[in-house]
């Protein structure tokens, strides 16, 4: 089993719609979990960072964190052709090592 | 303020070669990561450093590729001898000096293409 699971998807949405990006993870030592978008052939831009469970919320993005579940949610409201990208899930224990998710490609149509 | 800065973005080597990747971390960042992505596949975690000291390398192969972040200068990630596997986005990240919860911000990426 692989530490941090995402489906790769693609995930193709109208322009508007709410997007639900997820990620599943199995070592119960991972503290601290961000979303990192990265588009085509860029460096990941981080996103959001939320240590412990619960949501956190910035602009159009929320985070979730379920650890009992070990799972973690990003939803975008309101989805822009702009958010066309590559999401990538990454979290860490108290290492600076980071484990990411292979990413979940997302399109928004117009 | 510049964000972390890579060079070259782009790279080919012939099989055999030796390849040089730099990272300049951002203005006041002293420690330095560095993961490669491969075609469909996650980032990995390599290395991380902070100035004259490798502190985890638990990711790195154990033959061909070094890392070094010297007192001056950029971040260098070398990998001796290529062969087709090394082909990849390598990218570099930083985070500013403290414990632990700081989060890691990336450069564009070099990309290796070994022929």
């Known amino acids: 089993q692989k530490e941090v699971e995402q489906d790769p998807g693609p995930l193709s949405v109208p322009e508007g719609a709410i997007v639900s990006l997820n990620c599943t993870y199995s070592n119960s030592a991972f503290q601290y979990f961000m979303w990192y978008r990265q588009y085509s052939r860029k460096g990941p831009e981080l996103l959001m960072y939320?240590?412990?469970?619960g949501n956190k919320e910035d602009g159009r993005f929320t985070a979730q964190v379920d650890k009992s579940s070990k799972y973690i949610s990003l939803f975008i409201r309101d989805s822009q052709p702009s958010d066309s990208a590559t999401y990538l899930c990454?979290?860490?224990?108290?290492?600076?090592?980071?484990?990411f998710g292979k990413g979940t490609k997302l399109t928004v149509n117009p | 303020n510049a964000g972390v800065m890579q060079n070259p973005r782009h790279l080919v080597r012939r099989r055999g070669q030796e390849a040089r990747l730099r990272c300049s971390p951002m203005?006041?960042?002293?420690?330095v990561y560095w993961y490669r992505q491969l075609p469909e596949e996650g980032l990995k975690f390599m290395v991380y450093?902070?100035?004259?000291?490798?502190?985890?390398e638990s990711g790195m192969p154990k033959e061909r590729f070094s890392a070094e972040f010297p007192k001056e200068g950029p971040s260098i990630l070398r990998i001796q001898q290529v062969v087709r596997g090394d082909s990849a986005a390598y990218f570099c990240?930083?985070?500013?000096?403290?414990?632990?919860?700081?989060?890691?911000?990336f450069g564009p990426g070099t990309r290796l293409t070994v022929l």
């Open positions: 203005k006041g960042h002293s420690h």
């Open positions: 939320t240590y412990s469970s």
């Open positions: 990454a979290m860490k224990d108290g290492s600076e090592k980071l484990v």
């Open positions: 450093l902070q100035k004259e000291n490798i502190i985890d």
């Open positions: 990240a930083s985070s500013p000096p403290g414990v632990g919860t700081d989060t890691q911000y």
